[in-house]
């Protein structure tokens, strides 16, 4: 064996070893190749659909309807002050979620012909999928803000609101690229992924105080249970019912302050802010982060073998 | 071996790589075959221990019969798979012609395409602008630059991805069979730049069945048969084997 000496002798250094990927950072030293693969996520979008991006606002709109017709006025559920805004700032949320993390998931698979051909860092699909409902995003919370605007939301806003915006989109924002690298590696593999994210998602819109609001879940845990209270502060450490509540702080509560105010108003007054609302800020963002790292973790392990799966 | 007097530009060492092929899918397979007492996986060798060295300014021919390992060592070259024992090392900025035109979304025009796949080759945005006008150029479809791609003929489909393709920053270029559609000029224009690249003294590694385009670019041949290397010397020899 001549040649093996002979590489004995070669320095590392100078050479480098193909396929070995560096995570979240290429992503950075790639990030002209991501802006592209954003921009056009989003512009292909709606390619070809007569009402193009008026479908962004088409489904939240319908989604919001049914809810607020079959909760708010067959079920009652009204009784939460200014109940559609408050379904519609939780809706918003879900909504970027969802789609964050279900358009991650199926990233990889979906950009199959160029992951078996040519070596880039994978990450990008996954993160681009999350930055692309994230734009995606920004009409509905728009929308929101105009009709918050219109109620006296202006006048009730302090920087925490805005501090409480930010971080709720960056906390669900982590979480969904966290779950999407996690689940979108596996997905290669065991197609079951998908299916399972699926579940999640349906699940995800009841987990969480969006139709309903938390302080029912206490109720029915610690009164007409009789579990322990921690129950009820493990389901305030959900991220999304972190980035739900943080919205709700920032956008109903504001906009509700007027008619809560206003004489002859004889309905309930504001849902309680859940306890610990800045300290849970913190710790969901920490769960956020580690999901982020174990779904890095699982992506890295598993994409050596996305080009033979695939 | 006296190809190895230059530097290296790649190394190729002991590198094995096996590919499982699951034969059950599902959970009601597993059981099925596990009562038949039939195997789940069977491992295919692609390759079986290849040891090469590639020097720097090189054209190589890396010649066999389907299935023997040829597509499968580019790959891990390039690094799209990665060797399950062994290693390959290779110095400087590595672009394969492996799958020309991967990257590109049928939805957008032309232009954006050129962006988008010298990006995904690992452009940066300065070197795509300085370069656009070249490589719109080369492909010699300026007056369709604006139209989605999806409306292109694949002809001028691969002109353009090549064009792009070509014109990435490199040292050291994989192709893969890649020229076979492309008209006899455009073929022409393309072994031009080749030798343009190889006058400059990139690595050149070349997978192809067609022996003239090889005859004319590579000086080195290397046989691969089985997923071992039976060959490795001047290209005569390797392409006498091969055609035998």
Known sequence: ?310 | MSATASRPSIIINGVRKTFTLNHAFSLKDTVVSWVRRRKLTSTFEALKGVDLVIGEGESVAILGMNGSGKSTLLKLISGVMEPDAGEVLTRGRVAGLIEVGAGFHPELSGRENVFLNAAILGMKKHEIEALYDEIVAFSEIEEFIDQEVKHYSSGMFLRLAFAVAIHVHLDVLLMDEILSVADVPFREKCRRKFEELIAQGKTLIVVSHDMEMVRELCTRGVVISKGEVIYDGELEGAIALVDA
Request: aromatic fraction near 14%; charge should be neutral; glycine fraction near 6%.
């Open chain 1, 1 to 310: 064996m001549t040649t093996n000496d002979q590489f004995a002798l070669v320095s590392r250094t100078e050479f480098d070893i193909p396929g070995r990927s560096h995570g979240l950072i290429d992503v950075v030293r790639w990030r002209y190749l991501l802006r592209l693969l954003v921009r056009t996520g989003v512009t292909t979008r709606y390619r070809n659909s007569v009402l193009g991006w008026a479908w962004s606002y088409v489904r939240p709109a319908a989604q919001f309807l049914v809810f607020w017709i079959v909760l708010g006025i067959f079920m009652n559920l009204d009784r939460v002050p200014n109940y559609a805004v408050y379904l519609f700032s939780g809706i918003v949320v879900i909504n970027l979620f969802s789609e964050g993390f279900k358009n991650a998931t199926t990233s990889i698979v979906g950009n199959a012909p160029l992951v078996r051909k040519v070596f880039l860092p994978r990450q990008l699909f996954a993160v681009s999928a999350v930055l692309v409902s994230f734009v995606h995003f920004l009409p509905q919370v728009a929308l929101l803000l105009f009709v918050c605007l219109l109620m006296g939301w202006a006048a009730h806003i302090s920087v925490l609101s805005i501090l409480a915006v930010l971080a709720g989109m960056a906390i669900v924002m982590v979480f969904s690229l966290g779950l999407g690298l996690f689940f979108g590696a596996v997905n290669v593999r065991f197609r079951d992924a998908e299916n399972i994210v699926e579940l999640m998602l349906l699940l995800a819109t009841w987990a969480s105080p969006v139709l309903y609001a938390w302080t029912m879940v206490e109720t029915a845990i610690v009164e007409k249970l009789g579990w322990p209270h921690w129950i009820v502060e493990l389901y305030l450490l959900n991220p999304i019912t972190q980035g739900v509540e943080l919205f709700h702080y920032a956008f109903w509560r504001p906009a509700s302050q007027e008619i809560v105010n206003s004489a002859g108003y004889a309905g309930d007054a504001l849902t309680a802010i859940p306890p610990d609302l800045a300290v849970n800020t913190l710790w969901t963002a920490l769960i956020a982060i580690g999901t982020l790292l174990i779904g890095q973790f699982v992506f890295r392990r598993l994409e050596g073998k996305f080009a033979q799966d695939l």
